[in-house]
Structures are given as C-alpha cells and as structure tokens.
C-alpha cells in the first residue's frame, strides 16, 4: 500500500499559478503511475495528469495541457502538479492517486491508493 499526502491548495486569480504537492510514502510506490485527478462540485472525478515514476513519462488531460505539468522529486519522493494560467473551471479538489500496472490513466478504478485532496478555487 502507498500512502499519498497532497498539500499546496488554496485561492488564487484567473490567470494565477499554484503548485501542488503529493508526499509518497510506502512499498515499491517507484514502479507505479502516479496521477492527479479533480472533482468539482456535481461533478465526476476527472483525470488531469499522469506521470511514470520509473520512466518519468507524462500524460495530460486535453483540457489542462500546455499549462499544467506533473513532475517528480526522486529524493523527496514527492510528486508536483504546478498549474499555471489558471481559469475558474479548474475550481475543484483536487487528489493525488497512485496505481500499479495501469492500462487505462483516466479510469479511477485503476488507482488504488488516493490522498485526501486539497481545494484549489480559482476566482473571475
């Protein structure tokens, strides 16, 4: 089992920058994907990125690319999800997941381990 911790969350402006964080702690966690994901009020969990820990190849939701990149710190073992240009649809929690041997990076149900989000709110 992985253990995920996400901090950095919190209100910033239309156009404004945040970045997230996401401590990893456990087993083997540097075989795994570890993404983030976003729920808004309402709403469905949605996939915005992914990263392979081993590898460090990414992968971006349509709708954040080009302004959201996920990276990783080997020696912190912590993952980042620093969120430029930020626009009041990305207002959401957002969750740091972690799974192994994954086929499809937006299916929830292939993660199993998730942090407790963190609330980002972009205001107009």
């Known amino acids: 089992q992985v253990q995920l911790v996400e901090s950095g969350g919190g209100l910033v402006q239309a156009g404004g920058s945040l970045r997230l964080s996401c401590a990893v702690s456990?087993?083997?966690?540097?075989?795994?994907?570890m993404a983030w994901f976003r729920q808004a009020p309402g709403k469905e969990r949605e996939f915005v990125a992914a990263?392979?820990?081993?590898?460090?190849?990414?992968y971006y939701a349509d709708s954040v690319k080009g302004r959201f990149t996920i990276s990783r710190d080997n020696a912190k073992n912590t993952v980042y999800l620093q969120m430029n240009s930020l626009k009041p649809e990305d207002t959401a929690v957002y969750y740091c997941?972690?799974?192994?041997?994954?086929?499809?990076?937006?299916?929830?149900?292939?993660?199993?381990?998730w942090g407790q989000g963190t609330q980002v709110t972009v205001s107009s």
């Open positions: 990263i392979s820990w081993s590898v460090g190849a990414t």
């Open positions: 997941a972690a799974g192994n041997g994954i086929v499809a990076l937006a299916n929830t149900n292939e993660y199993d381990s």
């Open positions: 456990g087993r083997s966690f540097r075989r795994y994907y």
